[in-house]
């Protein structure tokens, strides 16, 4: 069992940056690969960018790409989300989940997820 808790959200002008945290609970966390979702109001979730277990893999949605940047620390148990140059288009709630598995970008790989933090970001 993880639970996952997100944290960072808010509320920001366009071109502004924020950096998004997972704390993931347990002594396992390094064997989960972790990825973030997002979901706007009226729009389905979506993958913005996952890591490996140890961090060496990354990939992110073309969307994101160049302005995100995924990363972890295993010996604290969480996960970031750093976000530069957003857009107005990159408003959602923000979503960390945990893969028992390889690095993936399928939101159904997924079995643990936390509760989301809100990103609004002004034009």
């Known amino acids: 069992q993880v639970q996952l808790v997100e944290s960072g959200g808010g509320l920001v002008q366009a071109g502004g940056s924020l950096r998004l945290s997972c704390a993931a609970s347990?002594?396992?966390?390094?064997?989960?690969?972790m990825g973030w979702f997002r979901q706007a109001p009226g729009k389905e979730r979506e993958f913005v960018a996952a890591?490996?277990?140890?961090?060496?893999?990354?990939v992110y949605a073309d969307s994101v790409k160049g302005r995100f940047t995924i990363s972890r620390v295993n010996a604290k148990n969480t996960v970031y989300l750093q976000m530069n140059s957003l857009k107005p288009e990159d408003t959602a709630v923000y979503y960390c989940?945990?893969?028992?598995?390889?690095?993936?970008?399928?939101?159904?790989?997924?079995?643990?997820w936390g509760q989301g933090t809100q990103v609004t970001v002004s034009s």
């Open positions: 347990g002594r396992t966390f390094s064997m989960y690969s």
């Open positions: 890591i490996s277990q140890s961090g060496g893999s990354t």
């Open positions: 989940a945990a893969n028992w598995g390889l690095i993936t970008s399928t939101s159904g790989e997924y079995k643990y």
